[in-house]
């Protein structure tokens, strides 16, 4: 089973997501929270894989909680959700740590796939919405030429597999594109992790977009 917490202000909202999760077999929702500290409190207490997090609520943020959460031993992927697939308040969350984002029109059969996505660590964020999203960065230049200097270290075997990323693939599809081992594209991406210092896959996928490692 995939224990999901879920996370909003606004209580229709969160019986709606259960409702949906609720009907897979494989996923079950083990808690809701209505604000961040309560978010924080809940992961602490039922150990959840995946949490669905509303961005925009009183009190303690989605962002504050994020990062909160994230910094937790042995975190769960944390999906922020939006109104809107190319908001810029989605940047912060992804910034923070957010393993991806969910628009939450997403259809009931799509929703929970990526939730299993998220659970298996792995990018819940296309590459077009990341284009989207790095393009609407207030300090895109600044931030590109901060990526390239974290980048410029990289072996060109590093560069291809953070492209990957970039792109979206999972270790399964950049093994098979770069003609590697799996094993061996998940060693790399751990090490490149650390040496970008990037919280997870999603956080190292726009820093390949701002470095201009991915074709756009």
């Known amino acids: 089973m995939i224990p999901v917490l879920v996370v909003d202000d606004e209580p229709m909202v969160c019986a709606h997501l259960r409702t949906i999760l609720g009907s897979a077999d494989d996923i079950e929702v083990v808690a809701q929270a209505g604000d961040g500290a309560e978010a924080v409190e809940a992961v602490i207490r039922h150990r959840p894989r995946v949490v669905l997090m509303d961005l925009r609520m009183p009190g303690v943020d989605g962002l504050t909680a994020i990062a909160r959460i994230t910094a937790l031993p042995d975190p769960p992927a944390v999906v922020a959700l939006t109104t809107f697939d190319a908001d810029t308040y989605v ?4 910034r923070a740590g957010a393993a991806g984002f969910l628009v939450k029109s997403t259809p009931p059969e799509d929703l929970i796939g990526l939730v299993r996505v998220a659970a298996d660590g792995h990018t819940v964020l296309s590459p077009s919405a990341a284009r989207r999203l790095v393009a609407l960065s207030s300090d895109g230049r600044e931030r590109g030429e901060d990526a390239r200097r974290r980048t410029a270290g990289l072996t060109e075997r590093e560069r291809d597999v953070l492209a990957c990323l970039g792109s979206g693939l999972s270790n399964a599809d950049i093994a098979a594109k770069l003609h590697l081992a799996e094993a061996t594209v998940k060693s790399y991406v751990s090490r ?3 040496k970008l210092g990037c919280a997870n896959r999603t956080q190292a996928g ?11």
């Open 91 to 94: 940047i912060r969350a992804l």
């Open 206 to 216: 726009l820093l390949a977009h701002e470095a201009g490692l991915v074709a756009r």
């Open 192 to 194: 490149m992790l650390v």
